[in-house]
């Protein structure tokens, strides 16, 4: 019986998602699919990674909402390409249905699996889901896409005042549709050499009453300010469209803040070279220093600055790290220490639960000062007047650092005034070679 093939990716659920709406709709029997990708998960060092543990379970969650409807998700480990090779032998594929993914390897794997599709005369199909708007939706009056905030977000917000672009998929609505099957096995952490470290993730909701409050408190690290649903929005546990709806209606700064992730996301799509380069490419002739020591203690939050050092024993302890303090270590690590933004990039990479390419990548190059909103490169931020503002009880600091204000904390590693104008002197130069 010829099926078609639902192919889960940044979007671990049922409910309102495009790309299995469109498959439902098509009339064939749809079969969900979900790939632990080799190529991915071999690049990562740490066995015990907060992210597989957490698609772990949400691809868990989606086999048992699947069974009980007598359909099932095949769960398979391994590349991609050879996977649907695979399957193009088990079954008579007519489709396959995704949402897009806007980062250079996932295009690159996209086109390899659509065109060995091709080959067996099956279609592919990817539709708009992890954004509110994408590709060419939201372009300058000369038609093309944006490079500064500002004016994208009012074009963006004008257009969300259209309650199309809002509108749940009901994939309910067609859920008899799915392939009936007998239960299919699936891989298990193990079994792909990865541990779970038992983590308690937060959950995939946000109170009204956090929104109301979102701006007033979301500047406060020690505050639980913000929504913590990064994750969630990064392998799409929640739709970005009921998020979104409930934004419209509790709090602009909120909706605000949605609008960046969509504008990160059309920068990388639209620029792919900033994953590997300086948006501005003259903030590549940039010669930052690199010293390991300096590397490794901004990594182990032992910098002697407590901000920095709370934010990245923040991160190291838990995965997540507050906004501000993002800000603020991202600013320390590039200008004070000179290290490359790509470094501490990578870091982040490796160590946040909510990283995602788009955002990270455009958080880094704004610290840096080489990215499309950037802060002037002679802004150079102090984490003492930042610690001062943002956490003045420094309960955040004491949460962190508890060893702060006893002769066992470090020494600030370097003098704030001399570290400021050594960069000021630092980028005036690298820039004047264009
Ligand atoms: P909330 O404040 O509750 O915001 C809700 C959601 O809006 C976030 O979950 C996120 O999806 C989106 N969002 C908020 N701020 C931004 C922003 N500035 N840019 C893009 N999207 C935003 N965000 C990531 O999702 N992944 C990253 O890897 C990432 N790396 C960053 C690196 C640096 C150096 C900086 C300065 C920022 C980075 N951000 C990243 C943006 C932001 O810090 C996080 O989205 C936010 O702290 C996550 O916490 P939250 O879910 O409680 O956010």
């Not at 080959?119 to 939706?137: I, N, W």
């Not at 038609?143 to 749940?168: E, H, I, M």
Request: hydrophobic share 35%.
């Amino acid at each position: 019986m010829p099926i078609a093939i639902m192919w889960h990716r940044r979007d671990l659920r049922l409910h309102d998602n495009a790309a299995l709406y469109y498959a439902l709709k098509a009339g064939r029997p749809v079969l969900p699919l979900f790939i632990f990708d080799k190529d991915i998960l071999d690049h990562l060092d740490d066995k015990r990674d907060r992210r597989v543990e957490f698609i772990y379970k949400y691809v868990l969650k989606l086999q048992d909402e699947l069974q009980q409807m007598g359909s099932s998700l095949i769960v398979r480990y391994g590349r991609p390409l050879e996977v649907f090779q695979d399957l193009a032998k088990e079954y008579e594929i007519t489709n396959v249905f995704t949402n897009y993914d806007y980062e250079t390897y996932a295009k690159g794997r996209d086109a390899e699996v659509a065109a060995f599709l091709k080959t067996v005369g099956a279609g592919f199909h990817s539709y708009k889901d992890q954004t509110l708007f994408d590709r060419d939706e939201v372009l300058s009056g000369s038609g093309k896409p944006y490079t500064v905030f500002g004016p994208y977000s009012r074009n963006w917000l004008g257009k969300l005042a259209d309650p199309f672009y809002l509108k749940s998929y009901p994939t309910e609505k067609y859920f008899d549709r799915l392939e009936k099957t007998q239960p299919l096995p699936m891989v298990t952490l193990t079994d792909m050499g990865f541990e779970g470290l038992g983590e308690n993730f937060p959950k995939p909701t946000v109170d009204d009453a956090l929104l109301k409050q979102y701006q007033k408190m979301r500047d406060y690290p020690a505050e639980r300010g913000t929504s913590e649903l990064g994750i969630h929005l990064r392998f799409g546990t929640i739709s970005i469209r009921d998020l979104a709806r409930q934004a419209q209606e509790t709090s602009p700064t909120f909706l605000s803040e949605l609008c960046w992730r969509d504008f990160y996301f059309q920068v990388l799509d639209h620029f792919p070279h900033v994953e590997q380069h300086a948006f501005r490419r003259e903030y590549d002739n940039i010669k930052f220093l690199n010293r390991p020591e300096d590397i490794e203690r901004w990594e182990q939050g032992m910098t002697g600055y407590p901000l920095v050092d709370a934010g990245m024993r923040q991160l190291n302890e838990t995965g997540w790290m507050h906004n501000r303090v993002r800000m603020v270590v991202a600013s320390f690590c590039i200008k004070h220490l000179l290290i490359d933004w790509r470094i501490g990039e990578a870091y982040f990479a490796k160590k946040l639960r909510d990283y995602d390419l788009a955002a990270n990548n455009g958080g880094w190059q704004w610290a840096a000062g080489s990215g499309t909103d950037a802060a002037p490169y002679f802004r150079v931020f102090n984490p003492t007047a930042q610690a001062e503002k943002f956490d003045p009880k420094g309960e955040y600091i004491r949460r962190w650092v508890p060893e702060y204000n006893s002769l066992d904390y470090p020494a600030p590693i370097i003098d704030h005034a001399f570290a400021r104008q050594r960069v000021v002197e630092m980028y005036k130069e690298g820039l004047k070679k264009e």
